[in-house]
């Protein structure tokens, strides 16, 4: 214990928040490995109160801690000696395999108690408000030691094969998680201590609201409770005006808030909210190797986002990088293109298990309408110019030269019957051929919707369309 209460006294002595916090991490660091080793042969639990209480109270003239003080921080190292013995044991029966013998629960038993000691240490004022990266090493671990528990308990009843990852938070779990629900609570508790610090800003554990904020989304996401992630913005927004603008925390706090508050947006529907954030997030989120991941799911949401919104293709420079969203979305982006139904609804089918489980099945369906819109104006395109109504002596300037506004409505329904590879006789892809009053319906819809301007006139078997502006936001 001695190298940890000796950084201790360093971290303290200088203010250093993230070395405070690193003696007090689960895991050793890149350039000790052994560490968690050499701590736990360095002291017994017998032996452990004393040793610390002399690290903590007789050695550490220099740093002149208050009693109080000295106290609660014997109680956050005794309680961290205790788990780093279960942790390395409960490590050691996994990598043996022997994962019935390995004590996640006690693991998070221990790490609870030590997030107990640290939320006492803070409410009691002990504590001063530079530590509170402290409070992000304890939620982190308490969510991850929860997850490693609950899975754990899965396996011993036999549901489910053990494996140590973290799966995606966004997708949700069917499996019962007692342990996480728990700490869902003490998160809670530990968003509650930040977020009603009176500390002056400069010193307030108000700094560490969004981290915690970050922990809880992760978790109610896990946990299928989206509900109460409306607690939290709540929370945040009934107290803006006494926290920090969000662009003055660190930004992976400000890339992870945006991301979840944009997919909060996104399931809710409410598509420009969600790609106001999921934008900031993405454009925030730095381009480097080992943020590839994050840059991934972000895109994930924020594709089907502006197709619906702006109706936004990704091109192929975005994608490359990612071969999953590649495969996922390069297909559909391409039959949306070129108008091809029947082959948008086989790419949405081929990807329809990723696509639920990502829930974004619903809106990329959505985006069907784009593509019948795209369809309906080559149509438009291919119908030509209006005759000339000058006399033939006159020639029409081609800045004055109309499209063709008065489309048969049979023109409507071949391009759509080819577009769906249907026919009036026999069934197409999904459909079962399309009657022109169906495309009637859907010509009806892309004008109910704005992506089609004019008026059907079914007395003539005439689409009627508007001379500029046809079709919003594609040129024509």
Not at 348 to 375: C, H, K, M, Q, S
Not at 425 to 433: A, T
Not at 456 to 464: D, K, N, P
Request: positive net charge; hydrophobic residues 40%.
């Amino acid at each position: 214990m001695e190298q940890v209460l000796y950084d201790f006294r360093t971290a303290i002595r200088a203010s250093n928040a993230s070395l405070l916090a690193s003696t007090i991490t689960p895991a050793p660091p890149p350039h000790d490995p052994g560490r968690l080793y050499a701590i736990l042969r360095s002291t017994n639990s017998y032996g452990v109160e004393a040793d610390v209480r002399y690290g903590i109270t007789y050695n550490s003239r220099e740093i002149s801690l208050r009693k109080g003080q000295s106290a609660a921080w014997l109680d956050v190292y005794i309680a961290y000696y205790k788990v780093i013995s279960l942790v390395l044991d409960a490590e050691e029966k996994t990598n043996q395999n022997k994962f019935g013998e390995a004590d996640w629960n006690g693991v998070y038993e221990a790490w609870k108690e030590l997030v107990s000691s640290l939320i006492k240490g803070y409410t009691g004022g002990h504590f001063d408000g530079w530590t509170t990266p402290c409070l992000y090493v304890a939620g982190r671990y308490l969510r991850e030691f929860a997850l490693k528990a609950d899975e754990a308990n899965t396996l011993i009843k036999g549901a489910v094969t053990f494996n140590s990852g973290l799966q995606d938070d966004v997708v949700g779990a069917l499996e019962k998680h007692d342990k996480l629900e728990d700490a869902a609570m003490i998160l809670n508790r530990i968003f509650g201590l930040c977020i009603s610090d009176r500390a002056p800003i400069e010193e307030s554990r108000k700094w560490g609201v969004y981290c915690i904020s970050n922990m809880m989304f992760k978790t109610y996401f896990k946990l299928n409770s989206l509900s109460l992630c409306k607690n939290i913005l709540r929370s945040l927004s009934a107290t803006a005006s006494d926290l920090p603008d969000l662009s003055l925390y660190p930004k992976s706090h400000q890339v992870t808030f945006n991301y979840y508050v944009g997919v909060l947006s996104f399931l809710e529907e409410d598509y420009p909210r969600a790609e106001t954030h999921l934008a900031a997030a993405h454009r925030l989120c730095p381009a480097v190797p080992f943020a590839h991941k994050n840059r991934a799911l972000i895109l994930t949401y924020l594709i089907p986002c502006r197709l619906l919104t702006t109706h936004v293709l990704p091109t192929a420079t975005l994608l490359r990088p990612y071969p999953l969203l590649q495969r996922l979305f390069a297909p559909l982006a391409a039959c949306v293109r070129k108008g091809d139904l029947a082959g948008f609804d086989a790419a949405l089918a081929a990807g329809e298990a990723e696509f639920v489980r990502r829930r974004i099945y619903l809106t990329l369906e959505r985006g069907r309408d784009i593509a019948v819109r795209n369809l309906c104006r080559k149509v438009f395109l291919a119908g030509g110019w209006e005759a000339a109504k000058r006399g033939p002596e006159e020639q029409q300037g081609e800045g004055e030269r109309l499209r063709r506004t008065r489309i048969p409505l049979a023109e409507f329904v071949a391009a759509i019957r080819v577009g769906m590879r249907a026919d009036g006789r026999e069934g197409g892809v999904g459909e079962g051929g399309l009657e022109q009053d169906e495309v009637e319906c859907v010509l009806a819809n892309l004008i109910y919707k704005n992506l089609m301007k004019g008026y059907i006139s079914r007395a003539h078997g005439t689409v009627v369309l508007s001379k500029t502006g046809a079709f919003p936001g594609t040129g024509v």
